[in-house]
């Protein structure tokens, strides 16, 4: 099937253009119908702007609680008929009122090997902790903080003079790869879960 996305972006949005880069060369059977972000100046909204892909700002502080705030983006996405959301770079924890409209059917890009290092700055967790090996989890999303079932991951090695900002950048090329591959998974029809475990049809 082909998807019909929303992106959620808070920030530069090389993931969502990743995914955007993706659908045009062929690669990837989706279409994005709305990008949000809940940073008005975002540059993932003009990069949204650029492939004349709708896009908004939403603005937390409009709303009295996060319920609120995830319930009038979850109307807004039904609006724009979306039926699958990808946090790409969104540094919100999403609460029920969006999850119980896209149950299953959320998933999150971040830049650490879940479990370990969730919340922000998983790269910089990695560099001080010593850790060998960090990497990038795509996983669905639920309630917790970077806790859903688990559906691909990308491995790259820490080196000794490795910072944060370097581990990074080595991290964000896997991440680039991985989400585009899952969503294509997903479209397929490839993607089973089973509690926490997520199986890949070959």
């Known amino acids: 099937m082909r998807l019909q996305l929303g992106v959620l972006a808070s920030g530069n949005g090389s993931n969502l253009q990743a995914i955007i880069d993706a659908i045009e ?3 990837l059977n989706a279409d994005i119908h709305v990008v949000l972000s809940d940073k008005p100046e975002a540059y993932a909204l003009a990069r949204a702007e650029k492939h004349k892909i709708p896009c908004l700002p939403m603005h937390p502080s409009n709303y009295q609680t996060r319920e609120d705030f995830d319930s009038a983006m979850a109307e807004l996405l039904e609006d ?6 990808v946090l ?14 896209f149950r299953k059917r959320v998933i999150n ?3 650490a090997l879940l479990p ?3 919340g922000l700055h998983g790269q910089r967790q990695a560099v001080e ?3 060998k090996y960090s990497g990038c989890t795509v996983h669905f999303v639920d309630e917790g903080l970077d806790s859903g079932p688990i559906i691909a991951q990308r491995v790259v090695p820490v080196l ?5 900002e370097t581990l990074a950048a080595r991290i964000l090329e896997q991440e680039h790869q991985v989400l585009p591959e899952v969503l294509q998974w ?8 089973d509690g926490r475990k997520v199986t890949i049809d070959k």
């Open 186 to 193: 997903i479209s397929e029809g490839r993607v089973h879960v």
């Open 116 to 118: 370990s290092f969730p």
């Open 109 to 111: 890009i971040h830049p």
């Open 129 to 131: 902790y010593g850790v």
């Open 88 to 101: 790409a770079g969104y540094m919100r924890i999403v609460t029920k009122e969006l999850l119980k409209k």
């Open 25 to 27: 060369a062929g690669k």
């Open 160 to 164: 000794d003079d490795d910072t944060e």
């Open 80 to 85: 724009f008929n979306v039926d699958f959301l």
